[in-house]
T-cell receptor, first 112, second 111 residues
Framework: DSGVTQTPKHLITATGQRVTLRCSPR?????VYWYQQSLDQGLQFLIQ???????AKGNILERFSAQQFPDLHSELNLSSLELGDSALYFC???????????FGPGTRLTVL | DAKTTQPPSMDCAEGRAANLPCNHS???????VYWYRQIHSQGPQYIIH???NNETNEMASLIITEDRKSSTLILPHATLRDTAVYYC????????????FGTGTRLTVIP
């Protein structure tokens, strides 16, 4: 158990819908990262937050957005969902910006 | 962009040492070598990391060559639970901390 929690574990929704994935970092960690793992793309970095502020952006679609709240938990919002958004979404956290990242168990999103 | 090269798959007998190689010939002086593994569809699990010196922890040992162009992750006594995809990742000490996961090595531990 890494100490990073993610909810929900599974999510099934329809195309065009919007969903929110939630991540709670390890106690004391200030930085949160989101990654997407699909069958054809592998594990890809989406976005990083540090102490509430966006620090780095990767291959994140405009339909996706994220934020980190004052209590340091983070949410990833996915809208206008498409079949291709079906994937595992992982959250990771680290104490400081450049420290080792520890991953949560992931949320499996299925878009029908 | 991929900065590492790993064999796509390897087998190892249970109880034997598993040696997983990684090539990172373009590594810079300020870049770490990190190893993670992913068991089935679970979240990637941190194993070990190093800069120049060899490192050991309760999970594994990391051997980095003197020129730092390659490294080997050693699982001293592989068990069936070590069957996973192992990722070798090069990451700078400062600046961007996003990890680039390549295709990794699928290690299968055989009873």
């Amino acid at each position: 158990d890494s100490g990073v929690t993610q909810t929900p574990k599974h999510l099934i929704t329809a195309t065009g819908q919007r969903v929110t994935l939630r991540c709670s970092p390890r106690s004391g960690d200030l930085s949160v990262y989101w990654y997407q793992q699909s069958l054809d793309q592998g594990l890809q970095f989406l976005i990083q937050y540090y102490n509430g502020e966006e620090r780095a952006k990767g291959n994140i679609l405009e339909r996706f957005s994220a934020q980190q709240f004052p209590d340091l938990h983070s949410e990833l919002n996915l809208s206008s969902l498409e079949l291709g958004d079906s994937a595992l979404y992982f959250c990771a956290s680290s104490r400081l910006i450049t420290d080792t990242q520890y991953f949560g168990p992931g949320t499996r999103l299925t878009v029908l | 962009d991929a900065k590492t090269t790993q064999p796509p798959s390897m087998d190892c007998a249970e109880g034997r040492a598993a040696n997983l190689p990684c090539n990172h010939s373009t590594i810079s002086g300020n870049e770490y070598v990190y190893w993670y593994r992913q068991i089935h569809s679970q979240g990637p699990q941190y194993i070990i990391h190093g800069l120049k010196n060899n490192e050991t922890n309760e999970m594994a040992s990391l051997i980095i060559t003197e020129d730092r162009k390659s490294s080997t992750l050693i699982l001293p006594h592989a068990t069936l639970r070590d069957t996973a995809v192992y990722y070798c990742i090069v990451r700078p000490q400062t600046g961007a901390n996003n990890l680039f996961f390549g295709t990794g090595t699928r290690l299968t531990v055989i009873p």
